[in-house]
Nanobody
Framework: QVQLVESGGGLVQPGGSLGLSCEGSGFPFDVYAIGWFRQAPGKEREAVSC???????KYVESVKGRFTISRDNAKNTVYLQMNSLKPENTAVYYC?????????????????WGEGTQVTVSE
C-alpha cells in the first residue's frame, strides 16, 4: 500500500538548520509530485513547499530563500533542507503524495500523507 514516512525532525535553536526526509513506498515514486506541509498547534495545516515530477519547486513566501526542496527518485525520497529556522517554524511537518498529474500548494492536491515529524525551534 502507499506509504510516506517522514524523518529528521527535532529540536533546534533559532537560526539553526534541519533536514527532513520523506520516503515513499508502494507506488511509482518518480511520477508523483511530493509536497511538504506543516501544522502548528491550534492552526490549520499549511503548505510549505512542493516539487513536481519534473523537479519544478514551489515555496510559500515565508520560507523562500531559507528552505530547499529536492528529490532523489532512485531512493524514493524527497528532502526539505531548512535553514535560518525561526520559532514560528515550529510545527509538525508532513509530506504528501500529489494527486496524479497535480503539483499544487493546497491540501486537496494531495491524496496520501505521512504521519509527520515534529520540528521545534527554541532556545
Amino acid at each position: 500500500q502507499v506509504q510516506l514516512v517522514e524523518s529528521g525532525g527535532g529540536l533546534v535553536q533559532p537560526g539553526g538548520s534541519l533536514g527532513l526526509s520523506c520516503e515513499g513506498s508502494g507506488f511509482p515514486f518518480d511520477v508523483y509530485a511530493i509536497g511538504w506541509f506543516r501544522q502548528a498547534p491550534g492552526k490549520e495545516r499549511e503548505a510549505v513547499s512542493c516539487i513536481s515530477v519534473k523537479e519544478v519547486s514551489k515555496y510559500v513566501e515565508s520560507v523562500k530563500g531559507r528552505f530547499t526542496i529536492s528529490r532523489d527518485n532512485a531512493k524514493n525520497t524527497v528532502y526539505l533542507q531548512m535553514n535560518s529556522l525561526k520559532p514560528e517554524n515550529t510545527a509538525v511537518y508532513y509530506c504528501g503524495r500529489g494527486v496524479f498529474g497535480r503539483s499544487g500548494v493546497e491540501a486537496y492536491d494531495y491524496d496520501y500523507w505521512g504521519e509527520g515529524t515534529q520540528v521545534t525551534v527554541s532556545e
